[in-house]
Nanobody, 124 residues
Framework: QVQLVESGGGLVQAGGSLRLSCAVS????????MGWFRQAPGKEREFVIG????????YPADSVKGRFTISRDNAKNTVYLQMNILKPEDTAVYYC?????????????????WGQGTQVTVSS
């Protein structure tokens, strides 16, 4: 079993930045590609960005390209989401997820484990 715990959410003004962390325990972290998803009220959960097992390759959604980056520290079993130039439409609950494949997928059903989520609210 793999446990994922997100942290770092909060309230920020438009144009600001936040960094989310996701601490992973229970299995070998480097065996998993990682992804961040978000879900706004009344909307489906959507893929934000993913990172390969090795950390060499990242896969941002078009909506966050140039603003969000993902990184991982395999020694600390942690994945990070750096969010810059935040917009009100980025407001959502953000989830990290683990997938036992080399490359992260873009659909929720492809992931094996999920965190509980952390709220990000961007005020205009």
């Amino acid at each position: 079993q793999v446990q994922l715990v997100e942290s770092g959410g909060g309230l920020v003004q438009a144009g600001g930045s936040l960094r989310l962390s996701c601490a992973v325990s229970g299995r070998t972290f480097s065996n998993y590609a990682m992804g961040w998803f978000r879900q706004a009220p009344g909307k489906e959960r959507e893929f934000v960005i993913g990172i390969s097992r090795s950390g060499v390759s990242t896969y941002p959604a078009d909506s966050v390209k140039g603003r969000f980056t993902i990184s991982r520290d395999n020694a600390k079993n942690t994945v990070y989401l750096q969010m810059n130039i935040l917009k009100p439409e980025d407001t959502a609950v953000y989830y990290c997820a683990a997938q036992s494949r080399p490359i992260p997928g873009g659909r929720p059903y492809e992931y094996d484990y999920w965190g509980q989520g952390t709220q990000v609210t961007v005020s205009s």
